[in-house]
Every structure is written in C-alpha cells, then in structure tokens.
C-alpha cells in the first residue's frame, strides 16, 4: 500500500494485531513497516513491534510524569528552541539512567 497520496511511489506494508483477553476486550495493534512481511516473520515482527512499543511508552510516559516535565508542546515551535529543550531533557534523561544503573 502507498504511504500516503502525497508520496504514491513509496510503498509499505501494514501490520494489524488483535488481541482479545480473558474479559473479552478486544484491542487493536498496527504498524507501518518496510520489512515484507510473511507467515514466517509475522510472530517476530508483532514481538518485536510490542516490545519498542513497551520501551518507548515507558520512556515517554518517564519523561512526562516524573519530574522531567515533558510536554507535548517541546517539540512544537519555532526555529530550535523547542528542540534544544528536547535534546538537553533527553541527555539529562540519559545521565540519570547511567547514574542509576552505576549505584
């Protein structure tokens, strides 16, 4: 499928997951990718998929709730401020992991 009508020549596959647990609710899962996707790679990419999600989420949901204060809005703006802000948050961010997994 094409990415979007803009880009017709860029052409990607789409994973959907559904899972369904034990109380019946039923979520949906999907990613874009440019990996093919067959009967032979599908588990590994959803396991895959699943887990940069789990990581991402955790990290973001880290920087946004304890104490770091990231805000939708830092990587809005104009010219590099808004960026900046990001950068330094991230590298402050990846001083504390380090600190912590040193003591």
Do not use: P
């Not at 887990?51 to 946004?64: D, I, S, Y």
């Amino acid at each position: 499928m094409t990415l979007n009508k803009s880009n017709t020549d860029l052409l990607v596959n789409v994973l959907e997951y559904i899972q369904i647990d034990k109380n019946e609710k039923t979520t949906i899962f999907s990613w874009v990718t440019d990996i093919e996707i067959t009967d032979d790679n599908v588990n590994r990419l959803i396991r895959a998929a699943r887990a940069r999600w789990k990581v991402e989420h955790e990290t973001f949901n880290t920087l946004k709730n304890q104490d770091y204060n990231l805000g939708h809005n830092y990587g809005l703006g104009k010219k590099n401020l808004s960026g900046l802000f990001t950068i330094l948050m991230m590298l402050a961010f990846l001083i504390d992991q380090a600190q912590q997994l040193s003591c």
